[in-house]
DNA sequence: CCGCGGGCCTGAGAGC
DNA sequence: TGCTCTCAGGCCCGCG
């Protein structure tokens, strides 16, 4: 799925299609996605106004109007793309957008499609249906069950040093683990984690006990890990995202961050550092691979 | 409380 | 061509 650069790419994508703009109609084409729909998703969203569409860590979020907020999440395979073609059959579409046709995705994974006021069609696709949508409370947004117990966003002020050792103190789990779990900073994924780690020169394996002292004070690879998981979070968003198998922009087009990755994807190839001759290693931690460098990555 | 493994789904690609 | 196996940007749950 796409990690927090994706889905803000995506946010970007489907602002000018959405933002400001009313809801005309909802077609829901199955009851549930990861988890059963809304009851009477479809009604209680025709009509509404987006207010403005936001982004919580790998959520997006449309707020509407009369206080509720529509809590979207991709999974792993989700994917919206944008129409400008109201009213048209998705196959007739296809012939007219070529667009439709870049993107490649299964007309049978559409699952809920908002045609807006104005003629933007937004379709949401997405063949796992590890994604989910719900309708929330405007107020107390940050209380509920997705967002309880979250993890800052890793590009506000309130990630900091001091903070991710104050979390990190006495925690024996890896690194890795610790990093990919949204209650400590939330968006990052497995792509970022291990590229992140690559460029603080931090083992996937330590302890992430490592980046707090005695004091729970911030040592010096925390103070390297930080402003590293900021800057590589930047850079992709600045790329439009990373596109592998699943994932584009709204219009079709492709991420290309990628073609940055550094150690992701990259087991047996040489490690990028100049002078470094060991290869990149790829390791299972709970269930998901690891890339790293052994020899840069202590 | 914590870490791990399994499960949820479908599709792509590799290997035979 | 087609089968079988592995793997995939995530997250939740139950187990020990």
Redesign the pocket.
């Known amino acids: 799925?796409?990690?927090l650069p994706?889905v803000e790419t995506v946010r970007r994508g489907l602002e000018p299609a959405m933002s400001g703009r009313r809801i005309a109609r909802l077609i829901q084409r199955r009851p549930d996605l990861?988890f059963p729909l809304p009851e009477r998703f479809a009604e209680r969203l025709a009509g509404r106004r987006i207010e403005r569409l936001g982004r919580r860590?790998?959520y997006l979020l449309a707020h509407l109007d009369g206080g509720e907020v529509l809590v979207m999440?991709l999974?792993?395979?989700g994917r919206f793309t944008v129409t400008l073609t109201p009213d048209l059959r998705r196959a007739e579409r296809s012939l007219v957008g070529e667009f439709v046709h870049a993107t490649g995705t299964?007309p049978?994974?559409d699952h809920v499609v908002l045609e807006m006021e104005g003629g933007a069609v937004v379709t949401y696709n997405d063949?796992?249906?590890?994604g989910f949508m719900d309708i929330v409370a405007a107020d107390g947004l940050d209380d509920c069950r997705?967002f309880a117990g979250m993890g800052p966003e890793p590009l506000g002020s309130a990630f900091n040093s001091a903070y991710l050792a104050s979390r990190a103190q006495g925690?024996?789990?890896?690194l890795k683990?610790f990093l990919l779990d949204?209650r400590n900073i939330a968006g990052l994924?497995?792509?970022y984690v291990c590229e992140a780690l690559f460029r603080s020169g931090l083992s996937p394996h330590r302890a992430a006990s490592c980046l707090s002292d005695r004091k729970a004070r911030p040592t010096e690879r925390c103070e390297r890990l930080v402003p590293t998981i900021r800057q590589v979070l930047e850079e992709a968003i600045a790329s439009g995202?990373?596109?592998?198998?699943?994932?584009a922009h709204a219009d079709g087009s492709l991420g290309y961050f990628q073609h940055s990755f550094k150690v992701y994807g990259r087991e047996g190839e040489l490690c990028v550092t100049p002078a470094c001759t060991a290869t990149i290693k790829r390791t299972v931690?709970?269930?998901?691979?690891t890339f790293h460098c052994t020899r840069c990555q202590r």
């Open positions: 799925m796409p990690e994706e990861r860590a790998k999440h999974g792993m395979s299964d049978a994974h063949p796992r249906r590890f997705h925690r024996t789990t890896d683990a949204q994924g497995n792509i995202g990373s596109t592998l198998r699943d994932y931690q709970a269930g998901r691979s």
